[in-house]
């Protein structure tokens, strides 16, 4: 199975930079958020059940894939900012929003590119994989001003952490399929003795 | 807290600019009846009486003084009779003074650039300011729901620098439609001290509001000024040349600025009366009462 796409946000909005199409753009992008919300945590259940973990010893069909850069998001506006500072840093994140949904999909198929089969070895919990956490509810036009306040800072605040975790689980995946204990691609008769564990 | 004492402007010091002085023709000694208007000395008059040849300036019985011509509108010292121009307002002055700051008030345009070249050093100023106000966005809602495209009335270039034979010119820039300045202040920037917050401002309104017997209102709008009553720290040490200061500007038009980031802070009027209290050895607090001009 593939994993869940995240369709492609529209333009991002810019009070500071397109003020004259800023009302169409930040009216589709705003309403955007319903469906990224969805697929954002389809993908996040997906990559947390993905059986990839440290001591599967399935067959790696591609060892070392390129890994996609997830860039940090920018932080998003405090409640106590305000004026040209608020405006600047809620671009700034809705741009990065804009671009991170794209590498969400990068890192999508990053994970896809490890073809798991069920060997012969336990599979092994590992308690320190990262999870990916889920988003909170999206703000939307048809919320009341402080019911909106509220969800656009948890909402914010969640998909930072979001992309945090995703970024530390496609680091913890790089660790793993390049890692010595990978037996994907060996051709040579292995003769050393290895604790299993199990 | 910096105030930026003007220089006045004079038609000598007003090297270029492209708004056209054709209010009207120039006058010249010939006759003018009721209605008609002429320039004299960069100002607008009416004839009040026929078969008309007096000087203006020198008949107030015969002319009526419509104030500056469009051009120096800008520099008039009345804030709400703007110069206006399409597209942009470009002027250059050059006042042998330092003109290290710079405010404009009532303007109307999208972004305001001043470029000072110095005839030694060249150019040692150039800054495009934008005039788009994001101050009402305070919140999420008000990101995404508040009107967008509000711009500030007023605009202030501060620490310049000290060039004294420089050129200096103002470029307000309003795209394809006029562009308008109510009052451009160059002058010498000076700070006397931190202002600070429980500063208060205000508006003066001078609209009507009457009402009738039967209890109907009858509204005008009419133009207001900007008060304010700043909360400023001093040096102690200071003290005595802020007294001075402040005596030298009296009853005269400066700009004050609490917080150059902060139109509302903004005022281009005269102080009514200011209070220090010598509090310890080293900072003082007062309070300097303004009021702007309409």
């Known amino acids: ?198 | 807290m910096d105030i930026i004492k003007p220089q006045i402007i004079t038609p000598s010091l007003l090297i270029s600019s492209n708004v056209p002085e054709n209010d009207a023709p120039l006058w010249t000694s010939t006759s003018y009846n009721v209605g008609q208007q002429v320039i004299y000395n960069h100002r607008l008059y009416q004839a009040i009486l026929n078969n008309n040849n007096k000087r203006p300036d020198l008949y107030p019985d015969k002319w009526l003084d419509l104030g500056a011509t469009n051009r120096y509108r800008m520099f008039d010292n009345i804030v709400g009779n703007p110069t206006t121009n399409l597209n942009t307002i470009d002027f250059t002055v050059t006042t042998g003074t330092i003109i290290d700051g710079i405010a404009l008030f009532n303007v109307v345009a999208a972004s305001v650039r001043v470029i000072v070249t110095d005839p030694i050093l060249g150019v040692v100023y150039d800054q495009t300011l934008s005039l788009e106000d994001f101050s009402e966005i305070t919140s999420c809602f008000a990101y995404w729901f508040n009107p967008v495209g509000e711009r500030s009335n007023e605009i202030v270039f501060l620490n310049i620098g000290n060039y004294p034979q420089a050129s200096v010119r103002v470029i307000i820039d309003n795209g394809t439609e006029t562009a308008s300045c109510g009052e451009a202040v160059l002058g010498t920037q000076h700070n006397i001290g931190v202002s600070n917050f429980g500063t208060t401002i205000g508006i003066r309104d001078y609209s009507r509001k009457e009402v009738d017997e039967f209890g109907s209102f009858t509204i005008v709008q009419r133009t207001f000024s900007k008060i304010a009553d700043y909360e400023v720290t001093f040096e102690t040490s200071s003290l005595g040349a802020v007294q001075k200061y402040l005596a030298s500007i009296r009853a005269t038009p400066v700009v004050f600025i609490g917080d150059g980031n902060r139109s509302e802070t903004i005022i281009y009027g005269f102080y009514k009366g200011f209070s220090i209290v010598i509090a310890t050895p080293t900072i003082s607090d007062g309070t300097i009462q303004v009021e702007g001009l309409t």
């Not at chain 1, 399935?58 to 405006?87: E, K, Y």
């Open chain 1, 1 to 198: 199975m593939a994993y869940p796409s995240i369709a492609t946000f529209p333009p991002s909005p810019s009070r500071t930079g397109d003020p004259d199409n800023f009302y169409l753009e930040s009216t589709a992008f705003l309403d955007a958020f319903a469906d990224y919300e969805t697929e954002s945590n389809a993908l996040a259940t997906y990559i947390n059940a993905k059986p990839i973990d440290g001591w599967n010893w399935g067959t790696v069909v591609d060892v070392n894939p390129t890994q996609p850069v997830i860039a940090p998001m920018p932080p998003m506006p405090s409640p106590s900012d305000s004026g040209l500072v608020f405006t600047t840093k809620a671009d700034n994140f809705l741009a990065s929003l804009e671009d991170f949904s794209y590498t969400q999909n990068l890192v999508g198929d990053y994970i896809d590119d490890l073809a798991v089969i069920a060997y012969s070895a336990t599979l092994q919990a590992d308690a320190n994989r990262p999870v990916v956490s889920m988003l909170t509810a999206h703000p939307s036009r048809g919320q009341s001003q402080s019911e909106f306040e509220a969800k656009s800072q948890a909402w914010g605040t969640s998909i930072i952490n979001y992309s945090v975790n995703l970024d530390a689980f496609s680091d913890y995946y790089k660790a793993l399929v390049t890692d010595n204990d990978d037996f994907g691609l060996v051709t040579e008769t292995v003769t050393d003795t290895i604790d299993y564990n199990a």
